[in-house]
């Protein structure tokens, strides 16, 4: 059965601390998304990376990065947590071809 | 700009009644549209639609996009307790080296017994 696995499900963090958020799949998949979901406003992009060490900026990047030196692995960094990051964060992954997307069971991050 | 947006937001029905859910999307590269549901946890898949009038079915749900007009439908025939969920729509754009997903707002429905 293939898997998306996030490393934590929820998460307290203070304002001002470094953040890292992981994102694990099994499927040899290329194409790997951090995504934040907040009430009325849907999944937004954060970032995606087509390959390893490859990243490309979505649709909200401003106070994010993420690093991809493995295939498997992809990983979301608050640098400095702000209130306005509470939220929860799903990561996806997918083959080139796409037949849809498999996403983690997401973290929720509460930063206070 | 991309965007996909989803209707109603919110929705309250009945056990049994049918419903209908709604996207329209302004999309460059347009690929595929995907519908998924979410529970309490991460989205699951439900259909991929790629080719306009043809209908696909599962079970209760049905959906059909209409590439002419940039919208889907989502059918959800005699609703049980179990379809509550917030159902998101989600089209996929081709870009220079990848694909992304750009997803709406999402519709929450809520059947009651």
Same mark, same amino acid.
């Given at each position: ?112 | ?19 209908? !859910? +709604?996207?329209?999307?302004?999309? &460059? ?9 979410? #529970?309490? @946890? ?31 439908? !989502? +059918?959800?025939?005699?609703?049980? &307790? ?9 089209? #996929?754009? @081709? ?19």
């Amino acid at each position: 059965d293939v898997k998306v696995t996030q490393s934590s499900r929820y998460l307290v963090k203070r304002t001002g601390e470094k953040v890292f958020l992981e994102c694990v799949q099994d499927m040899d998949h290329e194409n790997m998304f951090w995504y934040r979901q907040d009430p009325g406003l849907g999944l937004r992009l954060i970032y995606f990376s087509y390959d390893v060490k490859m990243k490309e900026k979505g649709d909200i990047p401003e106070g994010y990065s993420v690093s991809r030196e493995k295939k498997e692995r992809f990983s979301l960094i608050l640098e400095s947590a702000s209130t306005n990051q509470t939220s929860m964060y799903l990561c996806a992954s997918t083959k080139g071809v796409s037949r849809g997307y498999t996403f983690g069971s997401g973290t929720r991050l509460t930063v206070v | 700009e991309d965007k996909v947006v989803q209707s109603p937001l919110s929705l309250v029905v009945h056990e049994g009644d049918t419903v209908t !859910l +709604n996207c329209s999307y302004e999309v &460059t590269n347009f690929r595929s549209l995907l519908w998924y549901k979410q #529970e309490k @946890k991460a989205p699951t898949f439900l259909f991929m639609l790629t080719s306009s009038g043809i209908e696909k079915k599962s079970g209760r749900l049905s959906s059909i996009l209409d590439k002419k007009e940039l919208f889907s439908i !989502l +059918n959800i025939t005699a609703t049980q &307790t179990g379809d509550s969920a917030i159902y998101l729509c989600a089209v #996929e754009s @081709k870009g220079d080296s990848s694909y992304k997903l750009i997803f709406g707002s999402g519709t929450r429905l809520l059947v009651r017994p």
